[in-house]
Structure formats: C-alpha cells, structure tokens
T-cell receptor, first 113, second 115 residues
Framework: DQQVKQNSPSLSVQEGRISILNCDYT??????FLWYKKYPAEGPTFLIS?????DKNEDGRFTVFLNKSAKHLSLHIVPSQPGDSAVYFCAASADGTASKLTFGTGTRLQVTL | EAGVAQSPRYKIIEKRQSVAFWCNPI?????LYWYQQILGQGPKLLIQFQNNGVVDDSQLPKDRFSAERLKGVDSTLKIQPAKLEDSAVYLCASSLARAPNSPLHFGNGTRLTVT
C-alpha cells in the first residue's frame, strides 16, 4: 500500500523555466511533509518542509504548496538550474515531526540547457 | 560539520551469507535511523534509535536483520542470512532529538548486492 505517491517518474524542464513536482498521499493522519533531493551515489538531502497547518512554504527558489483537502502537495522550483537535476522524493510523517518518514518513489528531474 | 559516515560503500555477497554495515552519525545527533532503499522505490524505515534505545523496529525483518547502537553513537546493521531480495541501498540517517522538526541527515549509503 503506497501511502505517498509520485506518479511522474521523470520530468524534463528547460533551464530558467519552472519545474513542478507533484506528490499525492492517502493517509489523512500525515501532518508534516518534506522534500528531499538525491544525486547519484549520494544520500538524500533535505530541501524544504511544510506543516499541515500551512498551505505554502517558500525558501529561495523552492516553494512547497499543500492542499489538504486534495491530499496533494507540489514542489515548485523557479528558475530551474542544471544543478537541480536529481531525483526528488516527497516524504510524510504522521507525528508532527521529521522522523518516521514515509517516502514516495521519487521523480527524476532533468534540467536541460 | 562532518556528515553521516557509512561503510562500506559497496558490498557483494552470495545468498545465505552474512553482512554488516556501519554508521557514524553527526556529532550530537541522538536519533539514528536505518532505511532500506530498493531500486526504483523510496527509502523505507527499518529501525529508529533514540540514544542507545530502540524507538521503532516494526518494519525490521527480525528473523534475519538485527541492529544495535551500544554506546548511543555508532550503529551497526546486520543481515544473517541474506536473501536475494535484500539487494538494496542501506541508508543511515541522524537527527537532533530536541528539535521535533529537525530534518534527517542521510549518509551516502551502502549498496548491497546479493547474488
């Protein structure tokens, strides 16, 4: 039972344009959401998070939007840069903390010149 | 600050053999996690330690997997005997215990291939 779903395995975006990565979840108990970025042969690195009491969180070029009624969140990267090319994982927690995370399957983003 | 250290980076073993992975978390991080990432999937939590005590091991296949964190710092994860389906990347992560929303910091993982 995949409680966190990333239905797009890959995404290609031109440099300078907006990248939008999507994530859906089924467990209504999830109350804290995170995005991690992963380069090949490295561990995931934390990117941005959002609590269920908010609907938007912004950090530089990265913005995460949360739609609780739709059980959907998205990560916007603008403008996209070649260094953003990586696999992005959506993760969720049901205890209000960043621990005990349930991860999605990831979306591979390629930013082209 | 130094990151989460894991060794070895790669390991190839035959099924039914034993294997052990080592993790040294970021200094001062009381919480330590082991995740399993099978190819094409997201990481899945195996076990969570708070200092040297187990907080959650509900998804650890205890018939073959074991983990310990004896002095509340380094940790080892062992598989005995290994099966083909154990082929995966094993990721160690750590976080600050006192900050509930402190994100996990992951090591680079150990890639295990079971033949």
């Amino acid at each position: 039972d995949q409680q966190v779903k990333q239905n797009s395995p890959s995404l290609s975006v031109q440099e300078g344009r907006i990248s939008i990565l999507n994530c859906d979840y089924t467990n209504s108990m999830f109350d804290y959401f995170l995005w991690y970025k992963k380069y090949p042969a490295e561990g995931p690195t934390f990117l941005i998070s959002i609590s269920s009491i908010k609907d938007k969180n912004e950090d530089g070029r990265f913005t995460v939007f949360l739609n609780k009624s739709a059980k959907h969140l998205s990560l916007h990267i603008v403008p996209s840069q070649p260094g953003d090319s990586a696999v992005y994982f959506c993760a969720a927690s049901a205890d209000g903390t960043a621990s005990k995370l349930t991860f999605g399957t990831g979306t591979r983003l390629q930013v082209t010149l | 600050e130094a990151g989460v250290a894991q060794s070895p980076r790669y390991k190839i073993i035959e099924k039914r053999q034993s294997v052990a992975f080592w993790c040294n978390p970021i200094s001062g991080h009381a919480t330590l996690y082991w995740y399993q990432q099978i190819l094409g999937q997201g990481p899945k939590l195996l076990i969570q330690f708070q200092n040297n005590g187990v907080v959650d091991d509900s998804q650890l296949p205890k018939d073959r997997f074991s983990a310990e964190r004896l002095k509340g710092v380094d940790s080892t994860l062992k598989i005995q005997p290994a099966k083909l389906e154990d082929s995966a990347v094993y990721l160690c992560a750590s976080s600050l215990a006192r900050a509930p929303n402190s994100p996990l910091h992951f090591g680079n993982g150990t890639r295990l291939t079971v033949t």
